[in-house]
């Protein structure tokens, strides 16, 4: 069956530190990725899209990698700030224009 | 620049009743979805229009699912013979069109209780 997975443990992050989440997926075979924030009581908000032939996109202080062969995509926020504690959402393309969403990883910046 | 708008913020309702929530995408925006979002879990999709092609309705829970947009627009999902098991945010999203790996657009959601 198909299946994203992030941890559903938070992560808890010293400010100024690189927070680095992970995201695997099985029976699946993305052309495209995406992450979303996503804040208490508040639709996800997007942030990156990673295509299938890219192995890194950055955007101010986020990175993103991405491993078809490990079937992996990891997410950096380097210079971690406590405005960036939120829950983080990976997003695989599927056939017929949909998003299949992970379950989120949550991260805490602690000053 | 007006975002996703959804329509109520919050529900309460009684187990058995039917209530409708109220999407407005992004204006220009073909495409619209429908999520649902349990405590502590993913989204789940529900269902997807895209212009005036049939909608995608393979998430559908049940029968007692249904939704429309009119007019290329605004979309409503009406639960009927609600259930407990309903209680969750629904979140709808907009996307200015397909196949172009593009991102969404997504609403603040409406939080629906069921007792």
């Known amino acids: 069956s198909q299946k994203i997975e992030q941890n559903s443990e938070a992560l808890n992050i010293q400010e100024g530190k690189t927070a680095t989440l992970t995201c695997n997926y099985t029976?699946?075979?993305?052309?495209?990725l995406q992450w979303y924030r996503q804040d208490p009581g508040r639709g996800p908000v997007f942030l990156l899209l990673?295509?299938?032939?890219?192995k890194e996109k950055r955007k101010e202080r986020l990175k993103v990698t991405f491993d078809t062969t490990l079937k992996q995509s990891l997410f950096h926020i380097t210079a971690s700030q406590p405005a960036d504690s939120a829950t983080y959402l990976c997003?695989?393309?599927?056939?017929?224009?949909?998003?299949?969403f992970g379950k989120g990883n949550q991260v805490v910046v602690i000053p | 620049g007006a975002g996703v708008s959804q329509s109520p913020s919050n529900k309460v309702t009684e187990k058995g009743k039917d209530v409708e929530l109220r999407c407005d995408p992004i204006?220009?925006?073909?495409?619209l979805y429908w999520y649902r979002q349990s405590l502590g879990q993913g989204l789940e999709f529900l269902i997807y229009?895209?212009?005036?092609?049939?909608?995608?309705k393979s998430g559908l829970p049940s029968d007692r699912f249904s939704a429309e947009r009119t007019g290329g627009s605004v979309s409503t999902l009406t639960i009927q013979r609600t259930q407990q098991e309903d209680s969750a945010v629904y979140l709808c999203?907009?996307?200015?069109?397909?196949?172009?790996?593009?991102?969404?657009?997504f609403g603040p959601g409406t939080r629906l209780l069921v007792l």
């Open positions: 990673i295509r299938e032939n890219e």
């Open positions: 204006s220009g925006h073909t495409a």
């Open positions: 999203a907009s996307s200015p069109m397909t196949g172009s790996q593009e991102t969404q657009y």
């Open positions: 997003a695989l393309d599927m056939v017929g224009d949909r998003l299949a």
């Open positions: 029976n699946y075979s993305p052309a495209y």
């Open positions: 229009f895209q212009g005036n092609s049939a909608p995608d």
